[in-house]
């Protein structure tokens, strides 16, 4: 087994602010919504455990997934908490401004965001 640290572990102070504020606004969620929702599954041969704030996102994903379903583990290879804006009412948080474009972005950073840029514009006219 590998010794992971934490995801906030030996990071800058922004990133360790992020991280509690994401947590942060899932249990929120998890409290408006009725709770964690905890399903895991074998996926690529790890034990991977997803637990949903409320049944809307679940609703979405789970299906998808049924037919990799196994039983509860106490050590999953990955664990990740999930929720939808829509159904809890709790967004998640923004992240620091300069997380938004790279520095020195390379021409492939470049046309990525710039395809993100049209497709979001494309969402907002529909």
């Known amino acids: ?5 934490s995801p906030a572990a030996d990071c800058g102070t922004p990133l360790r602010a992020y991280y509690h504020s994401v947590a942060a606004a899932g249990e929120e969620a998890a409290e408006r919504s009725g709770g964690w929702t905890k399903t895991c599954h074998r996926i690529a041969e790890r034990d991977v455990c997803l637990q949903f704030a409320g049944p809307g996102l679940a609703s979405r994903i789970l299906p998808a997934l049924e037919h990799l379903r196994s039983p509860e583990t106490t050590a999953p290879a990955l664990s990740v908490r999930l929720w939808d804006s829509a159904s ?3 967004p ?6 300069e997380w938004l474009l790279p520095a020195n972005p390379t021409p492939f950073g470049s046309a990525a965001m710039g395809t993100l840029g049209r497709l979001s514009k494309k969402a907002r006219t529909r």
Do not use: C, E, V
Not at 1 to 5: E, G, T
């Open 92 to 97: 998640l948080p923004s992240p620091p401004g």
């Open 1 to 5: 087994m590998i010794d992971r640290p």
């Open 88 to 90: 809890s009412a709790t």
